[in-house]
T-cell receptor, first 113, second 115 residues
Framework: AQSVAQPEDQVNVAEGNPLTVKCTYS??????LFWYVQYPNRGLQFLLK??????LVKGSYGFEAEFNKSQTSFHLKKPSALVSDSALYFC???????????FGTGTRLQVFP | DAGVIQSPRHEVTEMGQEVTLRCKPI?????LFWYRQTMMRGLELLIYFNNNVPIDDSGMPEDRFSAKMPNASFSTLKIQPSEPRDSAVYFCASSVQGRESGKLFFGSGTQLSVL
């Protein structure tokens, strides 16, 4: 079965510093991976996806993610964090046979001024 | 486009009452998903439809939950009778099947409180 794991419940980073939010995956076949962000009292918003091609995927709001097949990871990164990036971040994998998205447990990112 | 529209935004009801949540997907999207979010369980997929047909309802907790999609522009999630453990935020999301599958557009959710 397809699954993703987010090992950190919370990540704290100072504004201006680089940030990384970790995600590992377990799939049979080629993975279709996604990152979503959830701001307070809002639904999830799509950030980026990896289907095939370059291992470094660029997305919205200056975020990028690095696909690493050998480490089965898909970490979310940003070179310089903003206080406004503080939110809940979800990694997800798409089931190969359906449109179902299976989400991780989420990581709360807190960016301090 | 107004995005995915859910109503009501908040619902407070008493145990045993019937609750109906509504969703209008984005026009042209042919997949629709109902998710539930709680602190304990995180984000759970309850059911999803493709071209108005239920494809997978394995996430529906029990017979008290039912979902319908009578046409491409409307879906409902009904809980009858409701219980306090059903308290959660319920999200509807839609997408286009195909290369963009997995790129879901979420509504703002319905915050359900069952007393």
């Amino acid at each position: 079965a397809q699954s993703v794991a987010q090992p950190e419940d919370q990540v704290n980073v100072a504004e201006g510093n680089p940030l990384t939010v970790k995600c590992t995956y377990s799939v049979s076949g080629n993975p279709y991976l996604f990152w979503y962000v959830q701001y307070p009292n809002r639904g999830l918003q799509f950030l980026l996806k990896y289907i095939t091609g370059d291992n470094l995927v660029k997305g919205s709001y200056g975020f990028e993610a690095e696909f690493n097949k050998s480490q089965t990871s898909f970490h979310l990164k940003k070179p310089s964090a903003l206080v406004s990036d503080s939110a809940l971040y979800f990694c997800a994998v798409r089931d190969l046979n359906t449109d179902k998205l299976i989400f991780g447990t989420g990581t709360r990112l807190q960016v301090f001024p | 486009d107004a995005g995915v529209i859910q109503s009501p935004r908040h619902e407070v009801t008493e145990m045993g009452q019937e609750v109906t949540l509504r969703c209008k997907p984005i026009s042209g999207h042919n997949s629709l998903f109902w998710y539930r979010q709680t602190m304990m369980r995180g984000l759970e997929l309850l059911i999803y439809f493709n071209n108005n047909v239920p494809i997978d309802d394995s996430g529906m907790p029990e017979d008290r939950f039912s979902a319908k999609m009578p046409n491409a522009s409307f879906s409902t999630l009904k809980i009858q009778p409701s219980e306090p453990r059903d308290s959660a935020v319920y999200f509807c999301a839609s997408s286009v099947q195909g290369r963009e599958s997995g790129k879901l557009f979420f509504g703002s959710g319905t915050q359900l409180s069952v007393l």
